[in-house]
């Protein structure tokens, strides 16, 4: 069984800066696609980057230029950096990799929270 965990939320200052992690357990993570989502209070969750296995991108338009989706297969862990951060960035941030047909597993989430 696959866990994730997630790790670097908590709160940050407008235009301020947070790095969150996600560590895999197992054997699949170098096969994985991980993408990154959110969940704000009253709203429906949405995909916010995504990272391939042979490291390509995507950014929702709303973090394009702000946040980096990174991975280091070697120590099973992806990692999602946010600059630039705005208060409309404040949600419950989940990791999840997945292998379209094979495989799909999340992590509880970590918050983040923007404000002054």
């Known amino acids: 069984q696959v866990q994730l965990v997630e790790s670097g939320g908590g709160l940050a200052q407008p235009g301020g800066s947070l790095r969150l992690n996600c560590a895999a357990s197992g054997t699949i993570f170098s096969v994985s696609v991980v993408n990154w989502h959110r969940q704000a209070p009253g709203e429906r969750r949405e995909l916010v980057a995504s990272?391939?296995?042979?490291?390509?991108?995507w950014y929702t338009n709303s973090v394009k230029g702000r946040f980096t989706i990174s991975r280091d297969n070697a120590k099973n862990t992806a990692f999602l950096q946010m600059d630039r951060l705005k208060p409309e960035d404040t949600a419950t941030y989940y990791c999840q990799i997945e292998r379209p047909g094979q495989f799909d597993y999340w992590g509880q989430g970590t918050q983040v929270t923007v404000s002054s």
């Open positions: 990272i391939g296995i042979e490291d390509t991108t």
